[in-house]
């Protein structure tokens, strides 16, 4: 079973996304957005650019 993103409200008023494995663990979520299209932008342009990044070592 794929991963789900979630959008959702947070107690300030605020959009957030969450991704969860299928599992239910929470394994990535995003910033505070204003708007609801926000988050949803947020959470193609995870889509769009994850497949392809790269990781980096910063220690």
């Not at 494995?21 to 988050?39: H, R, T, W």
């Not at 959470?43 to 790269?54: E, F, P, T």
Request: proline share 0%; hydrophobic share 45%; no cysteine.
């Amino acid at each position: 079973m794929a991963g789900t993103f979630e959008v959702y409200a947070d107690k300030a008023g605020k959009f957030r996304f969450r991704l969860k494995a299928s599992n239910g663990q929470v394994i990535a979520s995003g910033e505070a957005y204003e708007s609801k299209a926000a988050a949803n932008a947020g959470v193609q342009s995870v889509i769009k650019n994850a497949a392809d990044a790269k990781v980096v070592d910063l220690t």
